[in-house]
């Protein structure tokens, strides 16, 4: 009996050290409790002084506008000093009050009318920075996701909302710092998409990009992040920042340029096949596979997916003595913080296995395979 009494009394003064630490680190709050405890002090005192009830003694320091002003003529000095003090004590609970009231509406009015203090959602896509891109890279978002009902969330250091869409949470702040990061909830996000900042120089925006990678991955290993970067001889540093995938916008541009020359309607093909519209897209297939193609030859799947429709592009597979003998025909793209690597229309005769992942266009996503 008395254990348990020491144990209720034991959390009773955690909570109350609770209480005291949250109003202490939050001055507002802090200055409103003191202005209660004082108007309390100032009406006890008129009352005991008054010989009257605490409910008048209550209306004798309220304003004007919300109660009957007492009178502070009052012969007795301690209740006349209690009313003005009190007067004080009330009317600044109120501007306090009302100033916070309209520091929270201005704000909601710059973020476009849209305020999200904490995300909830899991398994989505978080947007870090900010650039002309950014909303046809939102609406592809929004296309992809229309069945599998994940959110999408931008984090950028912007003071008004980048676009007018419902359907997309907008938080203000810098996506290097970990609370904003915590606060658009990458710690449960499946992928993360770090936008380049085209107004600053290459060298500054690939540094910005780097700075976001690592907060990023540092708080969450496993989420997927995606970079922009302006100069692909950051890329090394990136990697080090174990960045999952690198978009080098001078290599992408300059490659699809060159080949578009010599090969005509090569950047018609790429568009199409890098965007939701009609048409193809690129789908990652990560299923369990029936067995119509496991231990079946790479080009064998391939016939097999053409009769459906399906062009098979490229598989990810696990690193091993296998794949290693590929290496003499094959470029292995190394997948990072995995044994697995992406192998794109092996010459090599490759058999697909149960656990490979494999790289389609088609139509519309493949529900089985």
């Known amino acids: 009996m008395v254990a348990r009494i020491n144990t209720i009394a034991s959390r009773c003064r955690y909570l109350m050290w609770l209480s005291w630490r949250r109003i202490i680190l939050r001055p507002a709050l802090s200055i409103l409790l003191l202005l209660v405890i004082i108007f309390i002090i100032a009406s006890l005192i008129i009352m005991v002084n008054d010989h009257i009830g605490y409910g008048e003694s209550v209306l004798k320091v309220f304003p004007s506008f919300l109660g009957e002003l007492g ?210 897209e690129i789908y990652r297939y990560d299923h369990p596979l029936s067995d119509d193609f496991v231990d079946k030859e790479y080009a064998e799947v391939a016939k097999m997916l053409a009769d459906q429709r399906m062009v098979l592009l490229a598989v990810e597979t696990d690193y091993n003595e296998e794949t290693k003998k590929m290496e003499s025909m094959d470029a292995l793209h190394k997948v990072p913080e995995k044994d697995r690597v992406i192998v794109i229309n092996p010459q090599s005769r490759y058999m697909i296995h149960q656990g490979d992942a494999l790289f389609i266009a088609a139509e519309s996503e493949p529900a089985r395979l």
């Open 71 to 280: 009178e502070i003529g009052d012969p007795n000095v301690p209740v006349q000093i209690s009313i003005v003090v009190g007067l004080l004590a009330s009317i600044s609970f109120i501007v306090i009050i009302t100033a916070k009231i309209t520091s929270v509406l201005i704000e909601f009015m710059r973020r476009g009318g849209s305020m999200a203090k904490k995300v909830n959602f899991s398994g989505h896509t978080i947007i870090c920075g900010w650039n002309f891109q950014g909303e046809r890279i939102v609406e592809d978002l929004l296309e992809a996701n229309t069945k599998k009902h994940r959110g999408v969330v931008i984090l950028t250091d912007s003071e008004e909302r980048p676009l007018k869409e419902e359907r997309v949470e907008f938080i203000k702040g810098d996506p290097t710092n970990d609370e904003e990061l915590i606060k658009a909830g990458v710690k449960r996000a499946e992928s993360v998409i770090i936008l380049t900042d085209f107004t600053m120089d290459a060298s500054a925006a690939d540094a910005q990009a780097i700075m976001i990678a690592l907060a990023v991955e540092d708080l969450n290993r496993e989420v997927h992040t995606c970079v922009q970067i302006m100069n692909s001889a950051n890329s090394s540093h990136l990697r080090h920042a174990h960045a999952d995938e690198i978009i080098c916008l001078d290599q992408m541009g300059g490659s699809l340029a060159v080949f578009s020359a010599l090969h005509h309607g090569v950047s018609m093909i790429v568009s199409e096949l890098l965007t939701f519209n009609k048409g193809s």
